[in-house]
């Protein structure tokens, strides 16, 4: 069977990483955290406590990355730590709810930005079937859809020519951050006291009722760090995955982190707290455009929309190119369907998954809303990402001898201490939103059954998989 190929440097890693993760939280989420605390300075705190999460995840998985540098990434390392059910039940996951719903968000926001920019046909309807508004916001929908397309076409072509497009639009995308938070800085629209004032229409919680409402905020804030596990599902693609692959995953996850905090500064330097709770209610609007019309007209709101469309295409390319490979990396085991496996005998990519990837993004795309897209994958991810931090331990003790090239920085604490977390924000999240948490579960529980019935293919006389 052919394989992948070791084609992406460092550089292009480091870029792979801050690409995957900056996407359309940053510029979408402050409305929905803002309702939950009512404070400026506890949204920034949020903002920055879920990046130092983040970054503890991301050195975990570099951990693991560095032990086992192979296509699949958690799909692959899992399988060596907790068994194959476990790994299977991972990357079905990832299929059906983590990955493929983190595509559709994206590519959700992106159409949200063109609209605002050239408004979209007023196509759909608000009726619903078992609760899916299919055709609300009909014409969003088509276009995120077609973008998905578009994507996957360009990701099936090559996996270089994906990273140069990517590496391209990361350079614009930093420079369009750097420019907005410069003229932010130096706006006559800004007021000090908006980042020290809490709300006048919203009680600020305090106590216990805080560290739920920070546990809730955080989704939104955990959407926006969203992917930076993403560069370890093309290992095999990666030059000296053993030390790139750790490198990669810090330098580019301490990059966002410091984006993310200058760029909601600005947002609430600009603009009231209030204001942003206020459009909490109009779920088409993103805040990010709405503080960009505060700077500058029309002008302001064009070019943050123009900046938005280059970091959700940018995004949504990057989590195309890197999910797939958890689908190879299932076909390849006899886990999935067996022709997701094929390689390209000329692009060197798996490209019936990607397509297979594409149809059903496309299906999640039409099943709901942004933020419920959003809320539903951080709730399963986290459940997987607590996981890797306990196999770091696990494997610390079961093999100790094991070459790491890279080791978490204080451990034994921060793996535990992430662990604990992912455990805290997996069960706010079904006592505080019980739907999102239900439509998560059974799409993952939905693999039980598949993966009982490929064992019995595999294991019926024929030795046939589907």
Not at 11 to 35: H, Q
Not at 259 to 286: A, E, M, R, W
Not at 368 to 384: H, K
Request: hydrophobic residues 55%; contains cysteine; charged residues 10%.
């Amino acid at each position: 069977m052919k394989s992948l190929q070791p084609k992406i440097g460092l550089r292009s890693a480091i870029f792979l990483v801050v690409s995957v993760i900056i996407g359309s939280g940053v510029f979408k989420k402050m409305a929905p955290m803002a309702d939950q605390l009512g404070s400026p300075i506890w949204v920034i705190i949020c903002w920055i406590i879920a990046g130092l999460i983040s970054l503890a995840g991301a050195l975990c998985t570099a951990e693991m990355s560095s032990l086992f540098p192979n296509s699949g990434g958690e799909y692959f390392y899992f399988q060596k730590i907790y068994g194959k059910f476990f790994a299977f039940i991972y990357g079905w996951s990832s299929f059906t709810v983590i990955k493929t719903a983190a595509i559709s968000a994206l590519a959700y926001i992106f159409a949200q930005s063109f609209n605002s920019l050239i408004p979209l046909p007023q196509w759909g309807s608000d009726a619903s079937f078992l609760g899916i508004a299919l055709f609300q916001n009909l014409s969003i929908k088509v276009l995120a859809s077609f973008l998905i397309i578009l994507l996957t076409l360009l990701n099936y072509r090559g996996v270089e020519f994906a990273e140069k497009l990517s590496s391209i639009l990361t350079y614009l995308m930093l420079l369009g951050i750097i420019i907005f938070v410069l003229f932010g800085v130096f706006s006559t629209k800004g007021n000090v006291d908006n980042i020290t004032s809490n709300s006048l229409v919203k009680h600020v919680p305090s106590g216990m009722n805080l560290v739920k409402a920070l546990l809730v905020a955080s989704l939104g804030a955990f959407w926006g760090y969203e992917g930076w596990n993403n560069i370890a599902y093309i290992g095999e693609e990666i030059k000296n995955p053993k030390k790139n692959l750790p490198l990669a995953l810090g330098i580019g996850t301490l990059i966002v982190i410091f984006s993310y905090v200058l760029l909601n500064l600005i947002f609430i330097y600009i603009l009231p707290i209030d204001y942003f709770i206020g459009l909490n209610s109009t779920p088409n609007k993103i805040a990010a455009v709405e503080v960009a019309g505060q700077m500058g007209g029309i002008l302001g709101k064009t070019l943050i929309a123009v900046l938005i469309l280059v970091t959700t295409l940018n995004s949504t390319n990057s989590s195309i190119l890197m999910s797939a490979r958890i689908l190879y990396a299932m076909a390849r085991d006899k886990m999935f369907l067996n022709k997701a496996a094929s390689v390209h005998p000329t692009f060197n990519t798996p490209d019936i998954a990607l397509f297979i990837q594409a149809i059903w993004a496309i299906a999640l795309v039409f099943s709901g809303s942004f933020d419920q897209l959003t809320d539903m994958l951080i709730f399963a991810a986290f459940l997987f990402y607590g996981c890797t931090a306990l196999g770091v331990i696990i494997m610390r003790i079961k093999e100790p001898q094991m070459e790491r090239s890279y080791k978490v920085i204080g451990y034994p604490f921060v793996p535990t201490l992430f662990f604990l977390f992912c455990i805290a924000l997996f069960i706010s999240t079904i006592l505080n939103q019980p739907g999102e948490a239900i439509w998560g579960i059974s799409l993952m529980a939905s693999g039980v059954p598949v993966y009982y019935f490929l064992n019995i293919k595999m294991e019926s006389p024929s030795g046939d998989s589907i």
